[in-house]
């Protein structure tokens, strides 16, 4: 039971704390390696919920409360994840609708853009150093990856691409 409530606490805090599904994923690393996965685990987590369609964050919950307690943990950490962001979106629109056409509502949102990339960046950057780090092939897949994306091709395609020619090359080794 004690699992059970850590897990709910921490992926309340996290959904409370984050401002979207990229953002949480940063804090989560901090929270739940060494508490829940290990931090092979956590990056397994995130490859697998980038794949499959849906939300990468609520997979991200369902992986990793699954690891630690079960169906009845994943269950728990996916309603942690679903309950913040349900009442604060209700509150948010019930007020934004009401707000709508004031011109600091567009600039609050203009300046949180840049703040969330680097965040996001931030965030890759340490799973990049904890997944291999900087080596001929994950600097030439990390490459690849951007140029592939900057092109428009699917980032489901280009992360499930990778993963296959890390069976081809690294399997060898």
Same mark, same amino acid.
């Given at each position: #039971? *004690?699992?059970? !409530?850590? !897990?709910?606490? /921490?992926?309340?805090?996290? *959904?409370?704390?984050?401002?979207?599904g990229p953002a949480s994923?940063?804090?989560l690393y901090s929270e739940a390696i060494g508490r829940f996965v290990t931090e092979a685990e956590f990056v397994q987590a995130v490859g697998f919920s980038s794949v499959l369609p849906g939300s990468d964050a609520l997979q991200?919950? #369902?992986?990793?409360?699954?690891?630690?307690?079960?169906i009845t943990g994943g269950l728990v950490a996916l /309603?942690?994840? $679903?309950?913040?962001? /349900?009442?604060? $979106?209700?509150?948010?629109?019930?007020i934004l609708h009401r707000l709508r056409r004031e011109a600091w509502v567009n600039s609050f949102v203009e300046g949180l853009t840049p703040a969330i990339?680097?965040?996001m960046v931030f965030t890759a950057w340490k799973i990049f150093e904890k997944g291999g780090g900087i080596s001929w092939f994950?600097?030439?897949?990390?490459?690849?990856?951007?140029a592939a994306m900057w092109r428009k091709i699917p980032e489901r395609l280009v992360i499930i691409l990778a993963g296959i020619l890390g069976v081809i090359f690294l399997s060898a080794s």
């Open positions: #039971m *004690n699992t059970l !409530l850590q !897990l709910f606490w /921490t992926f309340l805090k996290v *959904n409370l704390l984050s401002t979207s994923v940063g804090l991200l919950a #369902m992986y990793i409360g699954y690891a630690a307690g079960g /309603t942690a994840s $679903i309950l913040p962001p /349900t009442v604060i $979106i209700l509150g948010v629109t019930m990339a680097v965040l994950g600097g030439s897949v990390a490459l690849v990856s951007f």
